[in-house]
């Protein structure tokens, strides 16, 4: 099993900054990749950021160049920079891992509230 705990979230001023954290424990091993979600009020989970095993990356059109995603593995932990937040950045967010080799199961956390409001 695999645990992940996100945190860093909270209220904050629009274009103002935020870092979210996500440390996984448990029966890591390796995995095809690490990512960040969110989900606000009346809408579907979107991803937001995803890392994949070989350090590769890839965002959301709408965070591109505001958002930055990165790990450190030695803590086994993902952090999300959020910069230049908006009020439609608003959301829970949450963290996914997908295991490698995948079997069909991924590992989500229990999401951290982010609001972005004046």
């Known amino acids: 099993q695999v645990q992940l705990v996100e945190s860093g979230g909270g209220l904050v001023q629009p274009g103002g900054s935020l870092r979210l954290s996500c440390a996984a424990s448990?029966?890591?091993?390796?995995?095809?990749?690490m990512g960040w979600y969110r989900q606000s009020p009346g809408n579907q989970r979107e991803l937001v950021a995803r890392i994949w095993g070989g350090g590769s990356t890839v965002y959301a059109d709408s965070v591109k160049g505001r958002f930055t995603i990165s790990r450190d593995n030695a803590k086994n932990t993902v952090y999300l920079q959020m910069s230049s937040l908006r009020p439609e950045d608003t959301a829970v967010y949450y963290c996914?891992?997908?295991?490698?080799?995948?079997?069909?199961?991924?590992?989500w956390g229990k999401g951290t509230l982010v609001t972005v409001s004046s």
């Open positions: 448990g029966r890591i091993g390796s995995f095809n990749y």
């Open positions: 996914k891992l997908q295991p490698r080799p995948y079997y069909g199961v991924e590992y």
